[in-house]
Nanobody, 125 residues
Framework: QVQLDESGGGSVQAGGSLRLSCTAS????????MGWFRQAPGKEREGVAS????????YYGASGRGRFTISRDNAKRTIYLQMNSLQPADTAMYFC??????????????????WGQGTQVTVFS
């Protein structure tokens, strides 16, 4: 059973936009905190953004601040990551994740419980 299902990745020219989606199982969505991480080849996984699904409070890591926006649709148990002004440095595998305890504002990947398979984002110049 897929608990976190990401979609929306692809290839885009620099300056373009993409919107990622992640739909969660009901059990996972009830955890109340979901987020996005990314990992580029040869680099560590880094936190992009997170959101408390009930109130919609959002937090951003250094990589997500300014050009990216996280949002959610509770009726669909889905979170989104709107990415604008994409640059080649944004090329990475993007992962959806959820955590069942601790602060949603903390984007330390080892504290997050559930992970999706990832969706590839490639930005070419």
């Amino acid at each position: 059973q897929v608990q976190l299902d990401e979609s929306g990745g692809g290839s885009v020219q620099a300056g373009g936009s993409l919107r990622l989606s992640c739909t969660a199982s009901s059990d996972i969505y009830r955890s109340g905190c979901m987020g996005w991480f990314r990992q580029a080849p040869g680099k560590e996984r880094e936190g992009v953004a997170s959101i408390y699904t009930e109130l919609g409070s959002a937090y951003y890591g250094a990589s997500g601040r300014g050009r990216f926006t996280i949002s959610r649709d509770n009726a669909k148990r889905t979170i989104y990551l709107q990415m604008n002004s994409l640059q080649p440095a944004d090329t990475a595998m993007y992962f959806c994740a959820a955590r069942s305890s601790g602060s949603c504002a903390l984007l330390r990947d080892y504290e997050w419980d559930s992970w999706g398979q990832g969706t590839q984002v490639t930005v070419f110049s």
